[in-house]
């Protein structure tokens, strides 16, 4: 069984569908994930993937990191 989410605060790419948007937001959360396990600081794990996506600010990297995610109705 598959299950929906909905993504609040959600800002999209115009040039990526909402599935690889899905897919690159995942893989930065977990990337996140890892980096913190091996640092201390959150800014520098940032930076490490800003470095990977330069096309993301610092900022967007971290509503990727920290939006909420609730299971659609």
């Known amino acids: 069984m598959k ?3 909905m993504i609040m605060n959600k800002k999209s790419n115009p040039l990526m569908l909402p599935d690889e948007k899905s897919k690159v ?3 930065i959360r977990e990337q996140f994930k890892q980096l913190q396990l091996m640092m201390t600081r959150t800014e520098d794990a940032i930076d ?22 609730i299971p659609a109705p």
């Open 3 to 5: 299950l929906k989410f």
């Open 25 to 27: 937001d995942f893989h």
């Open 48 to 69: 490490l993937i800003k470095e990977q996506y330069p096309y993301l600010e610092f900022d967007s990297i971290r509503e990727i990191i920290y939006r909420l995610i």
